[in-house]
């Protein structure tokens, strides 16, 4: 067995990164460009239909050796096989973590247990196949014998947010006449304005939790069975037109759900890696049992490409690796992830759950106190729209913000020279990150433009922009399944191997419990079923005191 340093930041390299640092500090990108004419192609990687340009980063070959010796001493290796083999990676769960499996061929064995799941994996894939064909079909119809139109999905975090980013970001793939809709907040509005435009007669409702406990999920489910009820539904209805995915049977039949529309989720799969199993299954409802399958090939070949491809030619693990860098070293406090494509507007949401919830700890497998910086906040939107509100911050705000830049070689829709100017956007926002502006290029620009020499002094600060922000461009020739199955996935083992140097367990998420206890103490005292001045602190007691007068409260 290697030796366990207490922390990761007692190895020694760490320290030889935190030296290599300070030896890199006085180096800009500009320099390293100019120095290697062949860096733009020796910093690209490819694998499963993504190619990443890696350039403009603060790095040079030895920071890229050193970033691997250190994920190699923190035994990335053994970690990624013990993930992919089924063993116990979620500690304090006593569970595998095993997303993979559910990508993973028909002929494969992967034990849980001593039980090969992926028999299991792929019946569940077939049920799902068997509905899809049935509603499009419509033959799985509404109780009145009329096709489906609608399928509204409630759920919320991880059995909301992946298939609704691949259900909004493949519209272009949707087949059949099914619009799907989804209902995850617990203000009323959501679900009030989902129903609104919908006929009872013709909406299939999906439950979506794995635990089938959520309040937020729970409290909206009802108020669609009552809507459906009241509506022309009848109690027995229900059990057609109301399906679950769920890992807990026993409550979801209670809910009035038929046994026969349960589908299974595992306890081996955690809520943010879930979209590939049945919680997908708006995602087949609306492009289709073909496409799901190509998104699940998409992650396969991400996944192989993860567990073969040497470190330094390995996606995920370069970017993992890169991130290391930036807020281990360089004291980053947040990562910026800009999809150049308005498909993918939900990507962003989808990572914010994804890293922040996976990687937002504080202490190591074994229980002690990291003495690094974990998590980044992950945060992002599409350009080019970012560009006229949040870039100026990242070009000359004060702080360091890498950036991932995503964009597809080709557009699905052809319009004008829109997608050359896309392209061109995303292109110059990652090279003025890079190269900026000195004072002196902006007062001489100023001076050409026949400004006089003072006042080009005076407004040339404001016009210097620093550079040197690191960004990585990722491409893909089309958004297709395939490419951002790829995608989910290699930000998935990107978050994998990030857990891996801080020592986390990245599947648990003890952190939002706490949260959840202190609302349901809360909720009979503003409900007036307990006493008012209870809540434990004055301020949530004085909060409470004003919600129950404007609600009129007893
Ligand atoms: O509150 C966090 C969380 O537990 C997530 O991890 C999970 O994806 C989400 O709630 C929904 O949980 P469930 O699928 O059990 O309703």
């Known amino acids: 067995m290697a030796d366990k340093p207490a922390t990761p930041t007692d190895r020694p390299q760490w320290r030889t990164l935190a030296q290599h640092k300070q030896e890199l500090a006085q180096t800009t990108m500009r320099d390293l460009f100019t120095q290697d004419p062949e860096r733009a192609r020796r910093y690209l990687v490819e694998g499963a239909g ?10 040079t070959d030895a920071t890229l050796s050193a970033l691997i010796e250190l994920a190699n001493a923190c035994g990335l290796e053994q970690r990624r096989s013990a993930l992919f083999a089924g063993d116990i990676v979620n500690l304090t769960e006593n569970r595998p973590a095993l997303h993979t499996a559910l990508r993973q061929r028909r002929d494969t064995d992967v034990r849980v247990n001593g039980q090969n799941i992926v028999p299991e994996i792929r019946a569940t894939l077939d049920r799902m196949e068997q509905l899809v064909s049935a509603v499009h079909a419509g033959k799985h119809a509404g109780h009145t014998g009329k096709a489906f ?4 999905s409630i759920g919320i975090g ?7 980013l691949v259900v909004e970001a493949l519209k272009p793939f949707w087949q059949g006449n099914l619009r799907c809709h989804f209902v995850a907040n617990i203000d009323g509005t959501d ?23 959520t309040q937020e999920t729970l409290e909206n489910s009802l108020i669609a069975r009552q809507w459906f009820v009241d509506n022309g539904g009848t ?23 038929a046994p026969g529309n349960i589908f299974p989720m595992w306890d081996w799969v955690g809520g943010r890696y879930s979209l590939w199993s049945a919680i997908g299954l708006p995602i087949a409802l609306t492009l289709g049992m073909d496409h799901f399958r190509g998104l699940l090939d998409g992650a396969y070949a991400m996944d192989c490409h993860f567990r073969d491809q040497p470190a330094g030619r390995n996606l995920p693990v370069v970017m993992a690796m890169l991130s290391i860098w930036y807020n281990n070293f360089w004291g980053a406090e947040s990562h910026a992830v ?15 759950q994804l890293d922040m919830e996976s990687n937002g700890k504080r202490v190591t497998q074994n229980g002690q106190d990291v003495t690094c910086q ?5 945060w992002g939107g599409v350009g080019a729209n970012g560009q006229h509100a949040y870039h100026q911050l990242i070009h000359q705000g004060t702080r360091l913000i890498p950036a991932d830049f995503i964009i597809p070689l080709q557009s699905h829709n052809r319009v004008g020279h829109h997608h050359a100017i896309l392209f061109a956007n995303c292109l110059s926002q990652s090279r003025a990150m890079m190269a900026g502006k000195s004072r002196t290029e902006a007062e001489q620009e100023l001076i050409d433009s026949g400004m006089d020499v003072s006042s080009a002094k005076a407004l040339a600060p404001h016009k210097t922009i620093p550079g040197n922000q690191p960004s990585n461009i990722l491409m893909m020739q089309k958004l297709t399944p395939q490419t951002l199955g790829a995608l989910i996935a290699l930000y998935e083992h990107r978050t994998f191997v990030q857990s891996v140097i801080w020592d986390l367990d990245c599947f648990d998420q003890w952190g939002v419990e706490l949260g959840k206890q202190i609302g349901n103490e809360i909720l009979p005292l503003l409900l007036g079923e307990e006493k008012a001045g209870s809540a434990g602190d004055s301020a949530t007691d004085h909060l409470i005191q004003r919600f129950r007068s404007a609600n009129k409260c007893p």
Do not use: C, M, W
Request: charged share 15%; no cysteine; aromatic share 10%.
């Open 338 to 352: 800009l999809p150049y494509d308005e498909y993918l507007k939900h990507l962003p949401e989808h990572l914010q």
């Open 191 to 213: 679900i009030t304005e989902t129903l609104a435009g919908l006929n009872p007669e013709t909406t299939l409702f999906l439950v979506q939790s794995k635990s089938f406990q």
């Open 149 to 152: 139109t609608d399928v509204v």
């Open 235 to 257: 109690k027995a209805a229900v059990a057609t037109h109301f399906l679950a995915v769920t890992a807990n049977v026993t409550e979801a039949t209670k809910f009035g759900i």
């Open 374 to 378: 974990t998590g980044p906040v992950l």
């Open 50 to 59: 993504l190619a990443l340009d890696f350039s403009r980063n603060r790095i």
């Open 158 to 164: 991880g059995s909301f947010l992946g298939p609704k």
